[in-house]
C-alpha cells in the first residue's frame, strides 16, 4: 500500500497525545469502507479514548424492527480501534465481546464510546458503551487489543505507513 499523505502536514515531535490521536484516527477513516458507508461520525478521539456515532436508517435494522447487532459491532469496534491506536502503535483487536442490552430504534442517533481500561505489555483492555438518544444504554462492548509494533503513521511526515 501507497502512503497516504497526511492532510494537516507533519506530526510535530511536541504534538499533545490528543492531537497524536487525532492524526491517526484520520489516517485511518481515510482507509476504510464502513466508516463511509454507513455515515459513522468520529466525536471525539484523545489518548485510550475515542467516541463514533451514527444514525439509525431503515437499512440497519433486523428482521423484528431493531438496530441489527452487526451494526452496534461495527460502531463499537470503530471506537475501540480508534482508541488503541491513538499512540499510534499499530494495534488490532485480539478479542471482542459484546452484550445486548436494549433495541436500537429506527432514526435514532447511536453513539459509542471507548476507553483504555488497562494495559500490559502488547495487550490492552478497552470497554466501549453503547447509548442511544438521552443516554439509554443499548450494549456494552469489551475488546482485548494486541500491539503489532512499528506506528500507524510516519512520525516525522504524518503519512499513513500501516497496512
Not at 504534538?15 to 464502513?34: I, Q, T
Not at 453513539?111 to 450494549?139: F, H, N, P, Q
Amino acid at each position: 500500500m501507497q502512503p497516504v499523505s497526511e492532510p494537516h502536514g507533519p506530526v510535530s515531535p511536541d504534538a499533545s497525545p490528543d492531537a497524536l490521536a487525532r492524526r491517526v484516527a484520520d489516517a485511518m477513516r481515510r482507509g476504510e469502507g464502513p466508516t463511509n458507508l454507513l455515515g459513522l461520525s468520529l466525536d471525539d478521539v484523545g489518548d485510550g479514548h475515542a467516541r463514533v456515532s451514527l444514525t439509525l436508517d431503515a437499512r440497519m435494522l433486523n428482521g423484528l424492527g431493531g438496530a441489527h447487532g452487526g451494526i452496534l459491532f461495527l460502531l463499537a469496534d470503530n471506537a475501540f480501534a480508534y482508541a488503541c491506536n491513538s499512540r499510534n502503535a499499530a494495534t488490532v483487536a485480539q478479542a471482542c465481546s459484546i452484550s445486548f442490552l436494549a433495541p436500537g430504534r429506527n432514526g435514532e442517533r447511536v453513539t459509542a464510546e471507548a476507553r483504555r481500561a488497562g494495559e500490559a505489555g502488547r495487550s490492552g483492555v478497552y470497554d466501549v458503551r453503547v447509548t442511544g438518544e438521552e443516554d439509554r444504554l443499548i450494549a456494552i462492548f469489551q475488546g482485548l487489543s494486541r500491539a503489532l509494533g512499528g506506528p500507524v503513521i510516519d512520525p516525522v511526515t504524518g503519512a499513513f505507513i500501516h497496512g
